[in-house]
């Protein structure tokens, strides 16, 4: 027995020890974020939080801005929890925006404490209220970068944001500003493809309904299996309707989210092929998260277009009719 | 002389940091009754589990039949303290029994309708027949002692041990247990007995092992049942009341 | 509304989780004797670190890994658990106590950053609340093959468990091997909660391992009884719990499995035949009327009867 004692203090000395170390590594880099704001004092430092808002500022604000986004790629923002590391960037930022409308459930009141000392915007809300969708409990759906006009509007308001935080850089800001919106035209642009699929094909399942502003603007029916939040356990009644509208509807195809994990997906695949109809994993949308930071997918423009031509191949190809 | 059915030689166990039993030995002849006595925190439980393999050796031997426990298991039997075993268990008195036959049925084996005979069987001598599917909860401190012993005996060993099988017992319980260890004896069986009451000793048993932590004195009871081993074991002063031994007064310090 | 019944998806979720009941059930009846019910939550908790590690290790999803992972941590917990009780002074249920919320809170902490760097799309917040809509044909064969290997290692060693469980050291002059049981047991109990984890969650499969089996009490004086009834109401809360849940709009399915289980429960309390609270008032009852003829002096009756 006393062997036995031995060995379990040395065991636990030693996680002590991994413990130690692991928050030592963790204050080394706080200090690196620290030193790194101070260095550059010319750069605006911009922080938010998912990254269609952040991607597309960085762009706007050119080598006058540093823009950090708390949320990366795969991240659910219904769901995210910000740490004290969090709050730390948050305070070390010279302006903060975030989408607002109820997205980042979970950072409500860091916000509102925030905002008392900072220059603080939730773009979403400064979208004119009557273009906003609601879901059936009279909630807003907070998913507005689906729609390009909508999210023009949104990061117009943002860079206004900008030039009144540094008007020095007033114009330069408005100059990249006309040029990514011009880019946001031609994608507008690219999106008619879409009309290519057949009408009774134009229907597009995911994982929870974050597709509404995009069905709007797309002429398309979407259903999500869990609704506008990813809160909360799925209900063998959600999974079940799903499978009904596949089934009513013949559709070809379903898309797992990046952001979201696929087993309930694949369930209702599974589903509805037992009830006869051969449905397809159509691919993987970006739907709460874009991809990766420094690919294509993880810009905006290059995120919303997988998303179109993931779409449009699983959707234009066979249609269910006959089984 | 019989044979020696059990020999421990300068045996030593500790309990936690405390040495409970210290060179203890001794040796045990067939068809004895030996009554195992000592004060409390003595080590008499802790002998019985020592030679039992229940509790570690820190040094010394002991055996059984010139051989090993290990080899010898199937010959010995063990009533152990009635206290170790939750009686809200939920089984019948019959079930009880029938584990003493675990090792003849054989593992993963079912028991049949030979074994549960003799299961009522052995309940019966211990008088316990009408109890049989009784659920065990709902027995006297005196009945369950008796289903302990029948669940013993049809052990069929050649030795065995009981710890304190008459304490917290009814007076009909006591002389029946006796009646059963008698005819153990007269079988040619082996038993010895960590007995709690020092008083019975010289009516029950026909050897006595004296222990405080090591052996003080082991005999025929009529040759080592004396005043002396007696204050020898206790450490206390003793009170004679009509020349028998009456009241053990145990000092403060051990 | 009853037609959802006959859709796949429903009898997948059905037949799981009422099979995993019965396993629960099953091998939660021995924990209750060994007196190590808290065990069963404890082992449940402290699995999850070891869950995110492999997944943060590893960097795959694959079930098989992830369990893996689930498995040794939750051992190493016990191990803990054991030490802690051997070597200082602290009781068993506060040192389960101890490594239950060690273990659950470092798997938290691990979680969140797991969660920041790859994201939810990871599925392990589902190691917590677990989700059964989700079960699919292959769940059904793993928890068949579970049920199958609890089951019948219980019945084909009933009666080595019976003593195993009831009169420890007996057991041992008979030759039981202790070890060996002590080491199956574990393995069992430590199957059933990995396997469960994954479906259901860390918090509801303790629930099928502790609720069933303490329900089952209340019914019997026989352990072959109770390890069936025990078996019987998991399999029941599982399979109720799903047919609520289902027919509900949106409704999960885990949360009613667990007041299933806490139903039966209320109800063994309440009528069990052996121990309930009504069942033991009326016997009460009884034996008092009985008192009150057995004390009214004969002389009095005598009198009546003149």
Same mark, same amino acid.
């Given at each position: 027995?006393?062997?036995?004692?031995?060995?379990?203090?040395?065991?636990?000395?030693?996680?002590?020890?991994?413990?130690?170390?692991?928050?030592?590594?963790?204050?080394?880099?706080?200090?690196?974020?620290?030193?790194?704001?101070?260095?550059?004092?010319?750069?605006?430092?911009?922080?938010?939080?998912?990254?269609?808002?952040?991607?597309?500022?960085?762009?706007?604000?050119?080598?006058?801005?540093?823009?950090?986004?708390?949320?990366?790629?795969?991240?659910?923002?219904?769901?995210?929890?910000?740490?004290?590391?969090?709050?730390?960037?948050?305070?070390?930022?010279?302006?903060?925006?975030?989408?607002?409308?109820?997205?980042?459930?979970?950072?409500?009141?860091?916000?509102?404490?925030?905002?008392?000392?900072?220059?603080?915007?939730?773009?979403?809300?400064?979208?004119?209220?009557?273009?906003?969708?609601?879901?059936?409990?009279?909630?807003?759906?907070?998913?507005?970068?689906?729609?390009?006009?909508?999210?023009?509007?949104?990061?117009?308001?943002?860079?206004?944001?900008?030039?009144?935080?540094?008007?020095?850089?007033?114009?330069?800001?408005?100059?990249?500003?006309?040029?990514?919106?011009?880019?946001?035209?031609?994608?507008?642009?690219?999106?008619?493809?879409?009309?290519?699929?057949?009408?009774?094909?134009?229907?597009?399942?995911?994982?929870?309904?974050?597709?509404?502003?995009?069905?709007?603007?797309?002429?398309?029916?979407?259903?999500?299996?869990?609704?506008?939040?990813?809160?909360?356990?799925?209900?063998?009644?959600?999974?079940?309707?799903?499978?009904?509208?596949?089934?009513?509807?013949?559709?070809?195809?379903?898309?797992?989210?990046?952001?979201?994990?696929?087993?309930?997906?694949?369930?209702?695949?599974?589903?509805?092929?037992?009830?006869?109809?051969?449905?397809?994993?159509?691919?993987?949308?970006?739907?709460?998260?874009?991809?990766?930071?420094?690919?294509?997918?993880?810009?905006?423009?290059?995120?919303?277009?997988?998303?179109?031509?993931?779409?449009?191949?699983?959707?234009?190809?066979?249609?269910?009719?006959?089984? | 002389?019989?044979?020696?059915?059990?020999?421990?030689?300068?045996?030593?166990?500790?309990?936690?940091?405390?040495?409970?039993?210290?060179?203890?030995?001794?040796?045990?002849?067939?068809?004895?009754?030996?009554?195992?006595?000592?004060?409390?925190?003595?080590?008499?439980?802790?002998?019985?589990?020592?030679?039992?393999?229940?509790?570690?050796?820190?040094?010394?031997?002991?055996?059984?039949?010139?051989?090993?426990?290990?080899?010898?298991?199937?010959?010995?039997?063990?009533?152990?303290?009635?206290? =170790?075993? @939750?009686?809200? $268990?939920?089984?019948?008195? +019959?079930?009880? #029994?029938?584990?003493?036959?675990?090792?003849? %049925?054989?593992?993963?084996?079912?028991?049949?309708?030979?074994?549960?005979?003799?299961?009522?069987?052995?309940?019966?001598?211990?008088?316990?027949?009408?109890?049989?599917?009784?659920?065990?909860?709902?027995?006297?401190?005196?009945?369950?002692?008796?289903?302990?012993?029948?669940?013993?005996?049809?052990? =069929?060993? @050649?030795?065995? $041990?009981?710890?304190?099988? +008459?304490?917290? #017992?009814?007076?009909?319980?006591?002389?029946? %247990?006796?009646?059963?260890?008698?005819?153990?004896?007269?079988?040619?069986?082996?038993?010895?007995?960590?007995?709690?009451?020092?008083?019975?000793?010289?009516?029950?048993?026909?050897?006595?092992?004296?222990?405080?932590?090591?052996?003080?004195?082991?005999?025929?009871?009529?040759?080592?049942?004396?005043?002396?081993?007696?204050?020898?074991?206790?450490?206390?002063?003793?009170?004679?009341?009509?020349?028998?031994?009456?009241?053990?007064?145990?000092?403060?310090?051990? | 509304?009853?037609?959802?019944?006959?859709?796949?998806?429903?009898?997948?979720?059905?037949?799981?989780?009422?099979?995993?009941?019965?396993?629960?059930?099953?091998?939660?009846?021995?924990?209750?004797?060994?007196?190590?019910?808290?065990?069963?939550?404890?082992?449940?908790?402290?699995?999850?670190?070891?869950?995110?590690?492999?997944?943060?290790?590893?960097?795959?999803?694959?079930?098989?890994?992830?369990?893996?992972?689930?498995?040794?941590?939750?051992?190493?917990?016990?191990?803990?658990?054991?030490?802690?009780?051997?070597?200082?002074?602290?009781?068993?249920?506060?040192?389960?106590?101890?490594?239950?919320?060690?273990?659950?809170?470092?798997?938290?902490?691990?979680?969140?950053?797991?969660?920041?760097?790859?994201?939810?799309?990871?599925?392990?917040?589902?190691?917590?609340?677990?989700?059964?809509?989700?079960?699919?044909?292959?769940?059904?064969?793993?928890?068949?093959?579970?049920?199958?290997?609890?089951?019948?290692?219980?019945?084909?060693?009933?009666?080595?468990?019976?003593?195993?469980?009831?009169?420890?050291?007996?057991?041992?002059?008979?030759?039981?091997?202790?070890?060996?049981?002590?080491?199956?047991?574990?393995?069992?109990?430590?199957?059933?909660?990995?396997?469960?984890?994954?479906?259901?969650?860390?918090?509801?499969?303790?629930?099928?391992?502790?609720?069933?089996?303490v329900s089952a009490r209340y019914w019997t004086?026989?352990?072959?009884?109770?390890?069936?009834?025990?078996?019987?109401?998991?399999?029941?809360?599982?399979?109720?719990?799903?047919?609520?849940?289902?027919?509900?709009?949106?409704?999960?399915?885990?949360?009613?499995?667990?007041?299933?289980?806490?139903?039966?429960f209320?109800i063994s309390l309440i009528f069990g035949k052996e121990k309930g609270?009504?069942v033991?008032?009326?016997?009460?009852?009884?034996?008092?009327?009985?008192?009150?003829?057995?004390?009214?002096?004969?002389?009095?009756?005598?009198?009546?009867?003149?």
């Amino acid at each position: 027995m006393i062997t036995f004692s031995k060995k379990f203090w040395g065991i636990i000395l030693l996680c002590c020890t991994f413990l130690l170390a692991a928050c030592n590594d963790k204050s080394a880099t706080n200090n690196e974020q620290k030193n790194a704001g101070k260095d550059n004092n010319k750069k605006i430092t911009v922080v938010t939080t998912i990254a269609q808002i952040g991607e597309p500022l960085s762009v706007i604000g050119g080598d006058r801005v540093e823009v950090k986004s708390l949320m990366g790629p795969s991240v659910d923002p219904h769901l995210y929890q910000a740490t004290h590391g969090d709050i730390q960037t948050l305070e070390n930022a010279d302006v903060v925006f975030y989408n607002g409308l109820h997205l980042e459930a979970n950072m409500v009141d860091i916000f509102e404490e925030i905002e008392k000392s900072k220059s603080v915007l939730a773009i979403g809300e400064t979208i004119d209220k009557s273009k906003l969708l609601h879901d059936e409990n009279n909630a807003v759906d907070p998913h507005i970068w689906f729609d390009i006009d909508l999210w023009q509007q949104a990061l117009d308001a943002a860079v206004d944001q900008l030039k009144e935080y540094s008007p020095e850089n007033a114009s330069y800001f408005e100059e990249n500003k006309v040029k990514y919106f011009e880019k946001l035209q031609q994608l507008k642009e690219d999106t008619k493809k879409l009309t290519e699929i057949p009408e009774e094909q134009r229907i597009l399942v995911t994982a929870h309904d974050a597709f509404g502003y995009f069905g709007r603007m797309h002429h398309m029916k979407v259903v999500g299996l869990q609704g506008l939040s990813t809160d909360g356990e799925i209900g063998i009644s959600d999974i079940q309707n799903t499978i009904d509208t596949i089934v009513k509807y013949k559709v070809p195809a379903v898309f797992v989210e990046s952001s979201i994990n696929e087993s309930s997906i694949k369930a209702v695949i599974e589903g509805a092929k037992k009830q006869g109809v051969p449905i397809q994993l159509g691919g993987e949308l970006f739907s709460d998260a874009m991809g990766k930071a420094g690919t294509e997918e993880g810009t905006y423009l290059g995120m919303y277009r997988h998303n179109i031509d993931t779409i449009y191949t699983a959707l234009k190809g066979g249609s269910n009719t006959n089984e | 002389m019989n044979e020696v059915v059990l020999e421990v030689k300068n045996l030593t166990a500790a309990y936690q940091k405390n040495t409970v039993l210290r060179d203890v030995n001794f040796q045990v002849e067939a068809g004895s009754l030996t009554g195992i006595v000592g004060p409390n925190g003595a080590g008499k439980s802790t002998l019985i589990k020592t030679m039992l393999a229940l509790h570690p050796v820190l040094s010394g031997e002991v055996h059984f039949f010139g051989s090993t426990y290990k080899k010898m298991k199937k010959r010995i039997g063990y009533v152990p303290q009635r206290g =170790s075993v @939750d009686w809200d $268990f939920p089984t019948i008195a +019959l079930d009880v #029994v029938m584990m003493g036959l675990y090792g003849q %049925i054989g593992w993963l084996r079912r028991p049949t309708k030979t074994h549960q005979r003799m299961a009522f069987e052995a309940l019966d001598k211990m008088g316990m027949a009408d109890y049989a599917n009784r659920q065990i909860s709902q027995l006297s401190g005196g009945q369950q002692q008796r289903v302990f012993l029948a669940r013993a005996l049809v052990q =069929s060993a @050649d030795i065995y $041990f009981m710890d304190e099988p +008459l304490a917290g #017992v009814d007076a009909a319980t006591e002389r029946a %247990i006796m009646k059963i260890l008698d005819e153990l004896k007269a079988a040619g069986k082996t038993v010895m007995v960590v007995h709690h009451d020092l008083q019975t000793v010289a009516d029950y048993f026909d050897h006595v092992l004296f222990l405080n932590r090591t052996v003080i004195k082991h005999g025929k009871t009529n040759e080592v049942y004396t005043e002396d081993n007696i204050a020898t074991t206790y450490g206390g002063s003793i009170r004679l009341i009509g020349g028998r031994i009456g009241n053990v007064v145990h000092p403060v310090k051990q | 509304m009853w037609s959802i019944l006959l859709n796949s998806n429903t009898q997948w979720v059905l037949l799981s989780t009422a099979i995993l009941g019965i396993a629960a059930g099953t091998i939660g009846s021995l924990a209750y004797w060994k007196r190590q019910s808290l065990m069963s939550d404890a082992l449940a908790h402290a699995a999850l670190p070891g869950v995110i590690i492999a997944f943060l290790l590893f960097k795959v999803k694959h079930l098989f890994v992830l369990i893996t992972g689930a498995a040794i941590s939750a051992v190493i917990g016990a191990f803990f658990i054991q030490g802690i009780r051997s070597s200082t002074r602290i009781k068993e249920d506060t040192a389960m106590g101890m490594i239950l919320s060690i273990f659950y809170g470092f798997g938290i902490m691990l979680l969140t950053i797991a969660n920041r760097t790859s994201g939810n799309q990871s599925g392990l917040n589902n190691f917590i609340l677990g989700q059964s809509a989700s079960m699919v044909q292959s769940d059904v064969w793993t928890m068949s093959l579970l049920a199958i290997l609890v089951v019948s290692v219980v019945v084909i060693g009933f009666k080595e468990w019976k003593i195993y469980l009831f009169d420890r050291q007996f057991a041992s002059g008979l030759g039981l091997p202790l070890k060996g049981m002590d080491v199956v047991y574990t393995i069992l109990l430590v199957t059933t909660i990995v396997v469960g984890i994954q479906a259901v969650g860390v918090i509801l499969i303790a629930a099928l391992l502790i609720i069933p089996a303490v329900s089952a009490r209340y019914w019997t004086h026989s352990f072959q009884a109770m390890v069936i009834i025990s078996a019987l109401f998991g399999g029941a809360s599982g399979t109720i719990g799903t047919l609520i849940s289902a027919i509900g709009n949106g409704w999960p399915t885990g949360p009613f499995i667990v007041v299933l289980a806490a139903s039966f429960f209320i109800i063994s309390l309440i009528f069990g035949k052996e121990k309930g609270i009504l069942v033991q008032y009326w016997q009460m009852k009884r034996h008092k009327k009985q008192e009150i003829i057995q004390s009214i002096p004969t002389s009095v009756l005598k009198k009546e009867v003149q």
